[in-house]
C-alpha cells in the first residue's frame, strides 16, 4: 500500500521560505512521478509542481522561479523548496505519486503566508 507523508509546513512572513518533504512508502519510488498539488480554501486542488523519475520538471506559472521541486531516490522524498513566499500561496499542499494508472495522495501540510 502507497503511503505518503508530507511535512515541513507551517506558518511564515511574506518574502520568507520553506521546505516541504514527501516521504514515500510502498511504491517503485524511483520510477514514479512525484508532484505537488496545493488548495487554497475556497478553490479547487491545483498543480504546483511535478518531477519525473528521470528528473524532469514542471511548474505552475505562478511559482515559477521561487519554488524549486526536487527528490532524493535513495531516501524515498520529493521536496519543495520555495522561497520569497506569497500570502496567495497559503494552502494546504499535498504530494502526489504516479505510476501507470496509479495515483496516490498525501494528507497534506498546511502552508500559511502572512503579510
Known amino acids: 500500500q502507497v503511503q505518503l507523508v508530507e511535512s515541513g509546513g507551517g506558518l511564515v512572513q511574506a518574502g520568507g521560505s520553506l521546505r516541504l518533504s514527501c516521504a514515500a512508502s510502498?511504491?517503485?519510488?524511483?520510477?514514479?512521478?512525484m508532484g505537488w498539488y496545493r488548495q487554497a480554501p475556497g478553490k479547487q486542488r491545483a498543480l504546483v509542481a511535478t518531477i519525473t523519475s528521470g528528473g524532469s520538471t514542471n511548474y505552475a506559472d505562478s511559482v515559477k522561479g521561487r519554488f524549486t521541486i526536487s527528490r532524493d531516490n535513495a531516501k524515498n522524498t520529493v521536496y519543495l523548496q520555495s522561497h520569497n513566499l506569497k500570502p496567495e500561496d497559503t494552502a494546504l499542499y499535498y504530494c502526489n505519486a504516479k505510476r501507470g494508472g496509479n495515483i496516490a495522495w498525501g494528507q497534506g501540510t498546511q502552508v500559511t503566508v502572512a503579510s
Open positions: 510502498g511504491v517503485r519510488f524511483s520510477v514514479t512521478v
